[in-house]
């Protein structure tokens, strides 16, 4: 079964990962007048509309643009509870502590299976619909063993981007003995959690854990077979890129205060695809009056940028990678190329993924159509619903 995709005003292909740092801004790259063949989920052909080879079905897109689906690479979906209230003060003027994660920790233990496996199933749907064909979604409201379990196993029905991160906060009952929860965390917590997860993650920050205590649990959990991502440098200054780029994290998420330092370490942290992405998390400024993170400084300093959701019910409660687009754009200043390159290939190069997040030959057709002429209208059309339709795989799923 073969799909053509014509009458594409804007084909937004990105540079295959191969050939980083790509035709343009963060391996953006596009056709216009173009069309895409997909054939066994897979892309087949892409070029001029005119010169497509037939197909079992087509669509025509009637000018309208074509991008690769977002890869949203940094989320934590699996939770009970909301905290409006808390976002109600918030913007009331009262200033983001990391200890809200407590009540939706208390919530989610509490929250039977299947109002777990809902919540997550509705946030995932939110996503596809506009636009996320891969998502990353991380446990860390469970933080003991059996919970931590439970969060990755569900996790891991949604996508394989499964990340372990019972180094989320420091949970009640261990504020005296931090020694004891890492060890829970790097032996009992890390052993039942790692046959589902594919990453480990820790929150390296004042009030959650030090250079020291993240270090230690990355390697465990490299010692279990998976591989390190940081929360980095996100309330202050911080040690967290550092111990990110030290031990060869796919993404330090979130460096929104970094010192020069940090961003000659992950300016030479390696290769994309080996080396350590700098994911942004525009979001989470918006919804908390932040400053938003320096995107300019890493781009010209030739840094790998993703953006990213943190979708959560705490810090940033939105699953819509076209307002990250729109906020990257808007508040970041970075180009509208530049913005959907790291939604897309900077989000698979921050998850490691080279079949996703551009539509080269052989990469998996994620793909969405926009209700616009072009990417821009991502930016230029912020809050609009523009995501028309969605293949993952090949297949229509939305
Ligand atoms: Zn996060």
């Known amino acids: 079964m073969s799909t053509l995709i014509t009458n594409v005003g ?14 343009g801004p963060g391996g953006f790259a596009a056709l216009t007048g173009a ?11 892409t070029g001029p509309a005119a010169q497509a080879p037939a197909a079992d079905e087509a669509v025509d897109c009637g000018g309208c643009a074509v991008l690769p689906g977002f890869v949203d690479s940094h989320a934590h979906l699996v939770f009970a509870g909301e905290r409006s209230a ?5 913007m009331a003027g009262t200033p983001y ?9 208390a919530a989610t233990r509490a929250a039977p299976d299947g109002v777990l496996r809902e919540n997550l199933a509705r946030l995932a749907r939110e996503m596809l619909a506009q636009g996320t064909t891969t998502l990353e979604c991380k446990s860390g409201y469970g933080l003991t063993v059996p919970d931590e379990a439970r969060a990755v196993a569900l996790a891991a029905e ?6 372990f991160l019972g180094a989320h906060v420091v949970p009640p009952g261990y504020e005296g003995d931090r020694a004891g929860y890492l060890d829970l965390v790097c032996g009992p917590m890390l052993s039942a959690c790692a046959p589902q997860a594919r990453w480990v993650d820790v929150f390296c920050e004042r009030g959650a854990f030090d250079a020291d205590e993240a270090a230690a649990v990355l390697a465990a959990g490299r010692a279990a077979g998976l591989l390190p991502r940081v929360h980095a440098n996100q309330l202050g200054p911080g040690p967290g890129v550092q111990v990110a780029v030290a031990a060869g994290a796919a993404a330090a998420d979130h460096c929104t205060y970094l010192s020069d330092a940090d961003v ?40 790998t940028v993703a953006l990213a959701t943190d979708c959560n019910p705490g810090s940033c ?18 180009t509208t190329q530049e913005a959907v390159a790291a939604a897309t290939a900077g989000g698979a190069r921050a998850l490691r993924r080279t079949d996703v997040g551009h539509l080269g030959v052989g990469a ?17 059309r912020p809050g609009v619903p523009l995501v028309r339709a969605v293949w993952r795989a090949g297949q229509r799923e939305f």
């Open 10 to 23: 804007e084909l937004v292909t990105n540079a295959p990962p191969d050939r980083d740092p790509g035709l």
């Open 35 to 45: 069309a895409l063949v997909i054939e066994d989920g897979r892309v087949a052909w």
């Open 86 to 90: 808390e976002f109600a003060a918030r």
């Open 97 to 105: 502590q990391a200890g809200g994660i407590r009540g939706t920790v």
């Open 158 to 163: 949604v996508t394989p981007e499964v990340t």
């Open 264 to 303: 000659d370490a992950l300016a030479s942290s390696g290769a994309p695809g080996s080396g350590t992405v700098a994911t942004l998390l525009p979001g989470v400024e918006f919804s908390t009056r932040q400053p938003y993170p320096d995107a300019r400084r890493l781009l010209a300093a030739g840094v």
């Open 317 to 334: 409660f939105t699953s819509s990678m076209p307002l990250c687009v729109a906020l990257a754009v808007r508040e970041m200043r970075m």
């Open 364 to 380: 998996r057709a994620d793909l969405m159509l926009l209700d616009g002429p072009s990417h821009t209208y991502l930016a230029y």
